[in-house]
C-alpha cells in the first residue's frame, strides 16, 4: 500500500463502519471496524462515536506505517454534501445544520481533507469504480432494507440533486394503499409474507425469510416472487427513461437475489436497454468503495 491513507466512515443509524484505503483506493485487507452511534442521541454522544470512529482510523494507519490525509464518509440524508451539513429529523436531528466538516477538521487537523456522499450514492459510485457496475455507463442501484434506495448514472456521471443527494428517488412513489417502500423494504417484505404464511411472527427477520426459501417453503419463496414483481413493475418505466443498461440490487436484503432473479428478468424484460441485473459485487464493502472514489473526484490529488 502507498504511504498516503484515507479514513472511510459508512454512518448507519446503529453503527458506524470504517475502513482505510491507500491513494489508489485499495481497501487495507482485514481492516475493518465498528463503532455504536445512537441516531436519536444527544449531540455529544453522536459526536463522541463519529471522533472514536476517526480516531480509530488515524490509528490504524499509523499501524500500518501510512500517513491519513483525509476522510470519506457516507451518511444517510437529508443530508447537505456539498457543504457537510446534517439536514435529518427524523434521525441525527441533535447534529441538525452542524458543520461536520469543520468539525471533523477540528479533530484531525485543519488541513485534513473531507468528504460526504449520501449511502446510496456511495454503493452506485463503489461498483462503478470496482464492482459489477464497471464497463457500463447507464447504471441503476436499488438498495433493500430498513428503506428503499435509489440512484443512477448518465453517461457514465451520477446524477445528484443540489444537495448531492441522489438525483431521484421511487421510496415515496404511491402503491397499493400507501407508497412503494410500504411494499418493497424490509417491511414490504415481512407484509408480504404475513399474508401468504398466515403466521404472525413478530420478531420475523427477512434473513429467516430467505432460509426459509432456501428450504423449499413456499410462502417464503412466494414472497420473494411477490415482491421482486412489484418492484420491476414500479421501476420498468423509470430504467427505461434513464436507458439503464445495468441494474444491481444492494442492501442485505439482496443476499437473498437468487429468489428474486427470475420475476425481475421477466417483469424488466421490456426495458430495452437493459444488459444486465445482478446484485452489487461488494455487499459490504461497496459503500466504503464509494466513499472513497467520491473523496478521489474532489480530491484528485490524493493520487
Not at 434513464?242 to 439482496?254: A, F, V
Request: aromatic letters at 10%.
Amino acid at each position: 500500500m502507498t504511504d498516503k491513507s484515507v479514513v472511510l466512515l459508512d454512518v448507519g443509524g446503529t453503527f458506524v463502519k470504517g475502513g482505510l484505503a491507500d491513494s489508489a483506493g485499495e481497501l487495507a485487507e482485514g481492516v475493518i471496524w465498528q463503532v455504536p452511534i445512537h441516531s436519536e442521541g444527544s449531540r455529544g454522544e453522536i459526536l463522541e462515536s463519529l471522533e472514536f470512529s476517526l480516531r480509530q482510523g488515524i490509528e490504524k494507519s499509523k499501524e500500518l506505517g501510512m500517513i491519513a490525509v483525509g476522510l470519506a464518509a457516507t451518511f444517510p440524508g437529508p443530508f447537505d454534501y456539498n457543504a457537510g451539513v446534517p439536514m435529518m429529523t427524523h434521525k441525527f436531528e441533535s447534529i441538525y445544520g452542524l458543520d461536520l466538516k469543520e468539525w471533523f477538521r477540528e479533530v484531525a487537523g485543519k488541513d485534513f481533507k473531507v468528504s460526504f456522499v449520501h449511502d446510496v450514492n456511495a454503493q452506485l459510485s463503489g461498483e462503478m469504480f470496482r464492482g459489477a457496475g464497471m464497463g457500463y455507463k447507464n447504471v441503476c442501484v436499488i438498495t433493500l432494507g430498513t428503506g428503499l434506495g435509489f440512484a443512477f448514472s448518465i453517461d457514465g456521471k451520477i446524477q445528484y440533486s443540489s444537495t448531492a443527494s441522489p438525483a431521484r428517488s421511487i421510496y415515496k412513489t404511491p402503491y397499493g394503499d400507501g407508497v412503494l417502500e410500504d411494499y418493497v423494504s424490509k417491511r414490504g417484505f415481512l407484509r408480504a409474507y404475513r399474508e401468504l404464511s398466515g403466521k404472525d411472527e413478530p420478531d420475523l427477520a427477512v434473513k429467516e425469510i430467505g432460509r426459509r426459501a432456501g428450504a423449499g417453503e413456499a410462502a417464503a419463496l412466494k414472497t420473494f416472487t411477490q415482491v421482486a414483481a412489484t418492484l420491476a413493475k414500479a421501476v420498468s418505466p423509470i430504467l427505461s427513461e434513464i436507458g439503464t443498461e445495468c441494474l444491481l440490487l444492494g442492501g442485505q436484503i439482496s443476499r437473498s437475489y437468487i429468489f428474486m432473479e427470475k420475476a425481475l428478468t421477466e417483469g424488466l424484460a421490456d426495458v430495452e436497454s437493459l444488459r444486465h441485473i445482478s446484485p452489487v459485487a461488494h455487499i459490504e464493502e461497496a459503500a466504503l468503495y464509494g466513499a472513497f472514489a467520491t473523496f478521489a473526484r474532489q480530491y484528485p490529488e490524493i493520487k
